[in-house]
């Protein structure tokens, strides 16, 4: 998939009725992740942390997409799916690649055999998660009404 008109064609987004309420609610559980993240990290979990800091990001994104009416199917179409409002200008470009950074890391992290990551990139990942979902935020209040 190389772009979001693929992603709608093979249902990994597909239309829904939009949801504040869902959208609200996303953010809600993002906040709890994010300190889901600060818990394992101090913990010394950093595999934890690093999942837990990729889920506030997650669920920080897919408060958009419940408030414009997209479900996805597909994480990495959600960072596809934000390049829209980067082409508008409502978004700085950089999220929607930092999005597929931590995406990328959690995905190693679950499904190879490497090293634990260190009390600096998880501590990196937790600061960016915190930054990702005050974005997100700011653009749910810009873009109110216009999706």
């Known amino acids: ?35 889901e993240a600060e818990k394992n990290l101090e913990a010394e979990a950093l595999r934890s942390a690093i999942s837990s800091a990729y889920l506030a990001v997650f669920h920080s994104a897919r408060a958009v ?13 959600i960072g596809l799916y934000l390049q829209r409002y980067v082409k508008d200008g409502t978004l700085e470009e950089d999220w929607p690649m930092l999005f597929d950074r931590i995406r990328s890391v959690r995905h190693a992290d679950q499904y190879s055999f490497s090293a634990l990551p260190t009390v600096e990139e998880v501590q990196a990942s937790i600061d960016l998660a915190e930054r990702f979902m005050e974005s997100m935020e700011r653009l749910l209040k810009e873009t109110r009404g216009n999706s």
Not at 3 to 27: A, H, M, W, Y
Not at 66 to 76: A, C, L, N
């Open 1 to 35: 998939m190389k772009n979001i008109d693929d992603c709608f064609l093979r249902g990994q987004l597909r239309k829904v009725e939009p949801s504040l309420t869902k959208s609200e609610q996303s953010l809600l559980q993002a906040g709890d992740w994010l300190s």
């Open 65 to 77: 997409l419940f408030r414009d009416g997209v479900r996805e199917k597909s994480h990495y179409c």
